[in-house]
């Protein structure tokens, strides 16, 4: 069972429903979506892809949900236009200093996308945030209006045999935020660290 099948199997023990659900590098399919398990629930969900064709599968499969919102940008620390290093569902934003492999990158096609910072879409009401961006995870935190009740970051990837394939590069800098604005660390699975606040 993955961390976030764990987390899913806590809320449905409490019967709680996030209200309003961020998911930030959403990816290609809704087999990846993790929010989707929210859609039928009527949870207002708001969703970031930035490439294009992701983009486009999901905002089709979300047009039959009226609380769903698909936008076509990644959200990083600036607003504006820039590359991304096309990887399928590991796609970076070519200004980011990916902990999961900067070699490979340099032979991957790109594209341009538009980048966006977080507060020009979180009200203050988030319940829910997810975030899996390739390495722009603490640009979101630091631009977050909201102290939503949950966040699942992308922080690791763990190989197993106590071994990491590698560690955030700004894994003090996440640590830090949460430990200043109240957050308690639930449990991390392969990829993922789970925070709730206190």
């Given at each position: 069972?993955t961390?976030?099948h764990?987390?899913?199997?806590?809320?449905?023990?409490?019967?709680w429903?996030?209200?309003?659900v961020?998911?930030?590098?959403?990816?290609s399919?809704?087999d990846i979506?993790r929010?989707?398990?929210?859609?039928r629930?009527?949870s207002?969900c708001?969703?970031?892809?930035?490439?294009?064709?992701?983009?486009?599968?999901?905002?089709?499969?979300a047009?039959?949900?009226h609380t769903?919102k698909?936008h076509p940008?990644?959200?990083?620390d600036?607003?504006?236009?820039e590359?991304l290093?096309?990887?399928?569902d590991?796609?970076?934003?070519?200004?980011?200093s990916?902990?999961?492999g900067?070699?490979q990158?340099k032979?991957?096609?790109?594209i341009?996308?538009i980048?966006?910072?977080?507060?020009?879409f979180?009200?203050?009401?988030i319940d829910?945030?997810?975030?899996d961006?390739?390495g722009e995870?603490y640009?979101v935190l630091?631009?977050l209006?909201?102290?939503p009740?949950?966040?699942?970051i992308?922080?690791?990837?763990?190989a197993?045999n106590?071994?990491?394939?590698?560690?955030?590069k700004y894994?003090n800098e996440i640590?830090?935020?949460?430990?200043?604005?109240?957050?308690?660390l639930?449990?991390t699975d392969?990829?993922?660290s789970?925070?709730i606040?206190?």
């Open positions: 069972m961390g976030y764990q987390f899913l199997k806590m809320l449905s023990y409490h019967s429903v996030p209200r309003v961020f998911e930030i590098g959403v990816g399919s809704l979506c929010s989707h398990c929210f859609w629930y009527g207002q708001l969703l970031f892809e930035p490439n294009l064709e992701s983009f486009q599968t999901i905002e089709k499969e047009r039959n949900y769903v698909v940008f990644a959200i990083s600036k607003n504006g236009e590359e290093f096309v990887n399928g590991n796609s970076v934003l070519c200004n980011t990916s902990p999961a900067e070699k990158q032979n991957l096609p790109k341009k996308v980048t966006k910072t977080i507060d020009m979180d009200n203050g009401d829910l945030l997810l975030i961006t390739e995870e640009s630091k631009f209006k909201s102290r009740n949950f966040i699942i992308e922080t690791h990837n763990y197993g106590g071994v990491f394939h590698y560690v955030h894994i640590k830090n935020w949460f430990e200043t604005n109240n957050y308690k639930v449990f392969f990829s993922d789970f925070y606040l206190k």
